[in-house]
């Protein structure tokens, strides 16, 4: 098969069946991703394709499921566990930060846990203030994790393949707004080097750095900003931990400003990280201030109209990038 | 004169209490003033020595005369204290409720500031008026205090020799940008007036340069007479087959001597700070060309050693003639490695030239002048002139300082192309 047209979901999909089909200790458990398919529809007819053994419905109760998880990784399997929403994920952060990062180091290297946890994220869909959070940056600021946060079609099949590849415990974080997003997917490309940025879009003016379900967004604003005449270049992080400052130091080297996208709250955000390592690394490289574009600090809003406020938009970003160009640019 | 009352303008000197030469607290009684209000006793607000009387007992001047100089324990040679009105007038300057109030808001220190009200009292629209240049600017300081720009016009103008001053910045909020330092490195600069116009503030720059060099600046001094006849035969051949705007000078040959001849002498073509020098790939050679208005300027000739003779003579005029009409470049002005100073066409024999800091040697060339020489045991007249270098000696010695010098003279007595 060569490339087609497909959705983030049949990209999850496609990666998680993969991963099934060429290793028999890998497998899938979560809340309702057997019978019911999964909350979001990820995992729909892979437990009559590959059967119960692999495709795992659990009760619900994720410090149990992904404890189960950390275990069975301990145990030799691969186990890939389905967190139906990040905030959910607050009630096994415990079993994630205390016992899947820190095993390795707390044996001097005897344990290994190669536990893959998937996680949908962000907002947008009037599921108001429980169900609506961008938590990336409290898993990124853990060592002993790596985050994967997929923008695009291809990226999320492959950062499926990567983290089950990996051996240590890998967060992915797919974003609620992205499943129903087509794209092209290769289904016999080789599994891309997902562990560092990429530049989506050259450009000589600005970067847009941003990741995961912003990753849209950002090329609509670069599309817009083009139109009168400023020329974006769009990173897509792609990994949050650890981040590839290679590549977002190299394009802030050749466009000399920067404007960050990232829904996460500003506050101790990534965007937040990203900007003073940006500063560590390539002070004398900026010839504006970095500009951040983030959720506003609230509660994020069920109303549709006051959540799109709160969030970060296309038009926010446009005049994020105006504010860091020169005033006759 | 202090002002011993909101309404007071002027005041007479009654009395010395305390003459020159008398040593002074704080809080002595040094005069007495009389006012409207009566005679009042004016204690002196710094302590030291009494330098002078200004003012003698019977005169009235206004607040704000000095009155008289007195010399701090501190300060030993020149008296510059003098009873001065900012220190009293300031504490009771007075300033409108209204004005206090938005001072307040906008977190602005009134002391240093001259009201336009009554007898100088500070009005809302005096605040006001800073207020809105503090706005302007962006920040809470008074506009123009600090230089703002950006990093990377920062590390542009370090590396392109622009001085970020004298750039038009096009940033938000009057922020030099990295495009405004590109477009200063480019476009030729009118210098300003302290370098290029007024005798006053170019005396004061070669003052200041000078003198740090004297101070700074363990000189020494190496002499070395030079044949020029072969030089000279060699010019007359080459210049006869060429038109007359095509023609080669004496002093370029200097220049290109210079230029050969400091490749193997690295550390006399430097920068020097803080005792380190660091020596330049590149030869920056700066040429000192007097202004007609008097004073002179030192630009450079960048990268000379890329140029062929021809090539440097054609940069040497133009440098000159822009020197002249004050249209020199920053990145000309700051980066000189190693100066040449020639002052042949005043008749002088040699120059003994002080070096500009931070270089580390300057090269001077007098007049070419007929003298008797010694050629073959026999006294024939040549054309000879006197090299000289002045050089740091904490970079080089004597010894290297000559052979440079004999390096330049063996350049000049076998000229060759390019």
């Not at chain 1, 979001?40 to 692999?54: D, N």
């Not at chain 1, 829904?263 to 002070?283: H, Q």
């Not at chain 1, 938009?313 to 006759?328: D, G, L, N, Q, T």
């Not at chain 2, 370029?252 to 006399?268: G, K």
């Amino acid at each position: 098969m060569t490339a087609a047209t497909a959705t983030y979901r049949e990209a999850v999909r496609s990666g998680i069946r993969r991963a099934i089909q060429q290793d028999t200790r890998v497998f899938l458990m979560g809340e309702d991703v057997g019978r019911y398919g999964g909350a979001f529809a990820v995992s729909a007819g892979l437990l009559e394709e590959l059967g119960p053994e692999r495709i795992r419905d659990t009760p619900l109760s994720e410090s149990a499921f992904v404890g189960a998880g950390v275990g069975a990784a301990l145990g030799g399997m691969r186990p890939i566990v389905e967190v139906m929403t990040v905030n959910f994920s607050l009630l096994a952060i415990d079993q994630l930060v205390n016992s899947a990062a820190a095993l390795r180091h707390m044996s001097g290297g005897q344990l290994s846990v190669p536990l893959v946890v998937r996680m949908a994220t962000g907002a947008g869909r009037q599921l108001a203030a429980q169900h609506s959070h961008s938590f990336e940056n409290w898993y990124a600021h853990v060592p002993g994790l790596k985050v994967l946060a997929p923008g695009t079609v291809q990226d999320a099949r492959d950062c499926v393949l990567a983290a089950v590849d990996d051996p240590d415990p890998v967060i992915v974080f797919e974003h609620q707004l992205l499943y129903n997003v087509q794209g092209t997917l290769d289904d016999d490309a080789p599994v891309a080097d997902v562990w560092h940025a990429a530049v989506l879009e050259t450009g000589t003016d600005l970067t847009l750095v941003t990741y995961g379900g912003s990753v849209p967004k950002a090329l609509a604003a670069a599309a817009a900003l083009r139109s009168e005449g400023i020329n974006p270049e769009v990173v897509d992080l792609r990994c949050l931990r650890p981040l590839d400052w290679q590549t977002i130091i190299a394009s802030v080297t050749r466009t000399h400003r920067m404007v960050v996208v990232d829904e996460g709250w500003k506050t101790g955000s990534l965007a937040g990280e990203i900007v003073a390592g940006v500063v560590d690394r390539g002070f004398y490289e900026l010839d504006a201030a970095p500009e951040r574009v983030c959720s506003v600090e609230v509660a994020v809003p069920y109303a549709k109209h006051l959540e799109d406020a709160v969030l970060p938009s296309v038009s926010r970003i446009v005049e994020a990038a105006r504010k860091v160009m020169p005033r006759h640019g | 004169m202090p002002s011993l009352g909101a309404d007071m303008d002027a005041g007479t000197l009654r009395a010395w209490r305390r003459g020159p030469g008398d040593e002074v607290v704080r809080g002595d009684i040094i005069a007495e003033v009389e006012t409207d209000k009566g005679i009042v006793e004016v204690e002196v607000y710094a302590s030291g020595v009494v330098e002078r009387l200004l003012v003698e007992p019977g005169t009235k001047v206004p607040v704000g005369t000095p009155l008289a100089l007195i010399r701090a324990a501190s300060e030993q040679t020149t008296p510059r204290v003098a009873i001065e009105k900012p220190r009293i007038a300031t504490s009771v300057r007075s300033s409108t409720p209204s004005a206090r109030k938005l001072a307040r808001e906008r977190d602005l220190d009134l002391s240093h500031l001259r009201g336009t009200g009554r007898h100088g009292s500070i009005t809302r629209s005096d605040v006001a008026a800073i207020a809105g240049s503090v706005e302007l600017a962006g920040v809470h300081e008074p506009a123009g205090t600090r230089l703002r720009a950006s990093p990377l016009a920062r590390a542009r103008a370090a590396v392109l020799g622009v001085d970020l001053r004298r750039v038009e910045p096009t940033g938000r909020q009057g922020v030099v940008i990295a495009a405004d330092v590109d477009r200063a490195a480019k476009a030729p600069t009118r210098l300003s007036a302290a370098e290029a116009g007024t005798q006053t503030g170019m005396r004061k720059a070669i003052a200041a340069a000078m003198a740090r060099s004297k101070r700074e600046i363990p000189h020494y001094y190496a002499l070395h007479t030079i044949d020029m006849e072969p030089a000279l035969e060699w010019l007359r051949d080459r210049n006869g087959e060429r038109p007359v705007q095509r023609r080669l000078l004496p002093a370029v040959l200097f220049l290109r001597a210079v230029v050969l001849a400091i490749r193997d002498f690295p550390e006399l073509n430097a920068h020097c700070d803080g005792g380190r020098a660091e020596p330049s790939e590149a030869v920056h050679l700066g040429v000192a060309v007097s202004l007609r208005g008097g004073g002179l300027v030192a630009p450079a000739i960048l990268h000379a050693e890329r140029l062929n003779i021809d090539q440097l003579m054609s940069e040497f005029q133009d440098l000159v003639l822009r020197a002249r009409a004050g249209q020199l470049r920053a990145s000309e002005m700051s980066s000189p490695t190693i100066t040449v100073t020639s002052l042949g066409e005043r008749g002088v024999e040699a120059v003994l030239p002080v070096i500009v800091p931070p270089q580390v040697a300057i090269v001077g060339f007098g007049a070419i002048q007929t003298r008797p020489y010694v050629v073959d045991e026999k006294v024939v007249a040549r054309r000879l002139v006197v090299a000289s270098l002045a050089a740091d000696h904490r970079v080089s010695d004597g010894h290297r300082g000559g052979k440079f010098l004999a390096a330049i003279a063996s350049r000049l007595k076998e000229p060759k192309e390019p």
